[in-house]
């Protein structure tokens, strides 16, 4: 059983951030059900194929009409019963619903109420719409990512969505249950992306002040301006990573590559950098990049080869560590972190819309002939 095990969450159901957020806390233990709309909404139109949605994996799925007084009725009577509840609507959505914190809040004293947004619940953008690659933007996280003389490289949605995004929902939803348990009262957590984007950034901001950073992008240790901190382009088109940063690490990098009996100039002389850059890549493309794993990995000089997200699941270390794994036929990541006592686990495979109104709503205690009369009035399915 997963360290949250006994835990009982309402999720609203939403794309990006709230699912991994969900997946998140399930993975650990914390029995999440998932209220979805009728019709399955925007879920069901991304996922057709429902065991493909990954983040949706380890929780039962309810259809219930918020909009319709019984369906709101019937998620107040759920709250009741609930240690926390959360979702990824704009502000004001769930208050014109009837179902704000407020009056979640006044039903059940004890809810921790999980808010998850891009801009926040107040400030001048609050009520914008937007988008992962917006939100890193104004957090300061994007200007720095990408080569010098090129533009910004969007880092997927990891940044953004599930970093500053998810994470910090479920990083929150997790503090507020715990300081409950010796408070006795609920609260709001208010999620934004760009709050926790602009915390992932927390470091750059030290090195800034401190004069070691430069906001020129690509010129930096760490942001592709040093030759021993990149990614290298090898002889059969593929790529190795190296992350040679402390001397002696470096030092063996220099003498693997067969470098060591050469005048080289001092590792941190930042105006050799270019030089020695354009050196590596020549060097890099003499050979496979399996020829390079043969040469590198495994030793100190912080080495390994980029891999695609097939090869990342095959890769013998990752296989050792059972880093990934299939349910239903469908490959993706284990929970993470691991505990050596309560270990965590995927209980079920990705819900489809509604799969379990009936057997979840009994399971928190709504009587059969309530679950007949919601069904005749259509706010749930």
Not at 80 to 106: H, I, K, S, W, Y
Request: some cysteine.
């Amino acid at each position: 059983m997963g360290p949250l095990e006994g835990i009982r969450l309402l999720e609203i159901a939403g794309i990006g951030p709230g699912p991994f957020a969900a997946m998140l806390l399930a993975d650990m233990g914390a029995e999440v059900l998932r209220i979805e709309r009728p019709g399955g909404g925007t879920i069901a139109k991304l996922w057709p194929d429902s065991a493909a949605d990954v983040m949706s994996r380890g929780r039962r799925c309810i259809c219930v009409d918020l909009k319709h007084t019984d369906g709101a009725a019937l998620v107040l009577d759920l709250i009741e019963q609930a240690d926390g509840l959360f979702e990824g609507n704009r502000p004001g959505v769930m208050e014109r619903l009837g179902l704000g914190p407020d009056t979640c809040l006044e039903r059940n004293p004890r809810l921790v109420y999980g808010r998850m947004t891009g801009w926040g619940q107040d400030g001048p953008l609050a009520a914008a719409a937007g988008h992962d690659i917006n939100y890193i933007a104004l957090a300061g996280a994007l200007n720095p990512i990408g080569r010098r003389g090129q533009p910004p490289t969007p880092p997927l949605n990891l940044v953004g969505d599930f970093g500053g995004g998810g994470l910090m929902l479920a990083f929150g939803m997790v503090c507020a249950l715990l300081e409950c348990k010796s408070s006795g009262r609920g609260q709001v957590v208010d999620s934004a992306i760009v709050d926790g984007a602009a915390l992932l950034t927390s470091v750059l901001h030290g090195l800034e002040h401190a004069g070691f950073w430069n906001e020129q992008r690509g010129s930096n240790m760490i942001d592709s301006g040093a030759h021993f901190y990149d990614a290298y382009e090898t002889a059969d088109g593929k790529y190795i990573s190296l992350g040679s940063f402390e001397p002696q690490f470096y030092a063996e990098l220099i003498q693997r590559l067969g470098l060591d009996g050469e005048e080289m100039p001092q590792q941190m002389d930042q105006a050799s950098w270019p030089e020695q850059k354009r050196r590596f890549e020549s060097l890099f493309r003499s050979r496979t990049r399996d020829e390079w794993c043969e040469i590198l990995e495994g030793t100190d000089v912080c080495f390994a080869p980029v891999l695609s997200l097939r090869e990342a699941r095959e890769h013998p270390h990752n296989l050792a560590r059972g880093s990934f794994l299939e349910v239903e036929g469908v490959p993706q990541p284990a929970p993470a972190p691991r505990f050596s006592r309560t270990a965590p686990e995927i209980r079920r495979p990705p819900a489809r819309p509604g799969e379990h109104t009936a057997s979840a709503l009994r399971d928190w205690g709504i009587g059969r002939e309530r679950i007949a009369r919601l069904e005749a009035a259509k706010a749930i399915a």
